[in-house]
C-alpha cells in the first residue's frame, strides 16, 4: 500500500511561513532542489490544498521555459506538470495540468488512492496536512529544518488533541544548513 508523505519545510522555531505569507527565508539551493526532485519522481501523485495549488500552478508549469531556469529548477516543472495532481477544494471549479478536483477529505476515498499502484503520494500545504492528520492519514513526515528562527507567522502543525507517535527513520543535512527529519509511524 502506498503511503501519505508530508513534505514541508519549517524554521527551527516551527514556522512554515513568516508574516504576511513570507517563505523569503526559505533556502533552497541545488543541492536541496535536486534532492527533492530526485525524492518527488519516485511519488505516484502530489497532493494539495487549493493555495498550494495555486501558487504551483502560477509558477511551475512554464517555469523551464525560463532561460535563467536553472537545472533543478527546469526539472522540478516538467516533474510537477506531469506528475498527478489532486487538489482538495469547495470552490475551485477547473484545474489543469492532470489535476483532479477532490471537494473533501473523505478518508474512504484517500485510503483507496492509497491502495492503487505506484509510488508514494507526496502532500503539500499545512491546511490540508491538517485535514489529512485530523483524519491520521499521513504516514510519513519529512520536515526539512531550515537555520533560521522567523519569531512569527503560521506554524506547520496545528494544535490538536490526539497524539500521534513516530520514530525517527533518516536524517539528512545539506550544505546550505537545512536538515531533513524523515518520521514514519511508530510501530508500538
Same mark, same amino acid.
Given at each position: 500500500?502506498?503511503?501519505?508523505?508530508?513534505?514541508?519545510?519549517?524554521?527551527?522555531?516551527?514556522?512554515?511561513?513568516?508574516?504576511?505569507?513570507?517563505?523569503?527565508?526559505?533556502?533552497?539551493? *541545488?543541492?536541496?532542489?535536486? +534532492?527533492?526532485?530526485?525524492?518527488? /519522481?519516485?511519488?505516484?501523485?502530489?497532493?494539495?490544498?487549493?493555495?498550494?495549488?495555486?501558487?504551483?500552478?502560477?509558477?511551475?508549469?512554464?517555469?523551464?521555459?525560463?532561460?535563467?531556469?536553472?537545472?533543478?529548477?527546469?526539472?522540478?516543472?516538467?516533474?510537477? /506538470?506531469?506528475?498527478?495532481?489532486?487538489?482538495?477544494?469547495?470552490?475551485? /471549479?477547473?484545474?489543469?495540468?492532470?489535476?483532479? =478536483?477532490?471537494? *473533501?477529505?473523505?478518508?474512504?476515498? =484517500?485510503?483507496?488512492?492509497?491502495?492503487?499502484?505506484?509510488?508514494?503520494?507526496?502532500?503539500?500545504?499545512?491546511?490540508?496536512?491538517?485535514? +489529512?492528520?485530523?483524519?491520521?492519514?499521513?504516514?510519513?513526515?519529512?520536515?526539512?529544518?531550515?537555520?533560521?528562527?522567523?519569531?512569527?507567522?503560521? /506554524?506547520? +502543525?496545528?494544535?490538536?488533541?490526539?497524539?500521534?507517535?513516530?520514530?525517527?527513520?533518516?536524517?539528512?543535512?545539506?550544505?546550505?544548513? =537545512?536538515?531533513?527529519?524523515?518520521?514514519?509511524?511508530?510501530?508500538?
Amino acid at each position: 500500500m502506498r503511503k501519505i508523505v508530508l513534505g514541508m519545510s519549517m524554521s527551527l522555531d516551527g514556522y512554515f511561513e513568516g508574516p504576511d505569507h513570507d517563505i523569503s527565508w526559505h533556502q533552497v539551493d *541545488d543541492e536541496l532542489h535536486q +534532492f527533492l526532485n530526485d525524492d518527488l /519522481r519516485t511519488r505516484s501523485a502530489f497532493l494539495h490544498g487549493r493555495v498550494t495549488y495555486d501558487l504551483m500552478a502560477d509558477v511551475w508549469p512554464t517555469a523551464d521555459a525560463d532561460p535563467d531556469a536553472d537545472g533543478p529548477t527546469a526539472e522540478f516543472a516538467g516533474i510537477w /506538470r506531469d506528475m498527478p495532481k489532486y487538489v482538495y477544494s469547495r470552490t475551485l /471549479r477547473h484545474a489543469r495540468w492532470n489535476t483532479t =478536483v477532490v471537494r *473533501d477529505v473523505v478518508p474512504a476515498e =484517500v485510503e483507496a488512492l492509497k491502495d492503487g499502484p505506484g509510488g508514494d503520494l507526496s502532500i503539500g500545504g499545512a491546511d490540508l496536512a491538517a485535514a +489529512f492528520a485530523a483524519h491520521d492519514l499521513i504516514d510519513a513526515y519529512d520536515i526539512y529544518v531550515h537555520p533560521v528562527l522567523v519569531g512569527r507567522g503560521r /506554524r506547520l +502543525f496545528a494544535d490538536r488533541d490526539a497524539l500521534t507517535r513516530l520514530r525517527l527513520v533518516h536524517t539528512r543535512q545539506f550544505g546550505n544548513g =537545512v536538515v531533513l527529519l524523515r518520521y514514519g509511524r511508530a510501530t508500538s
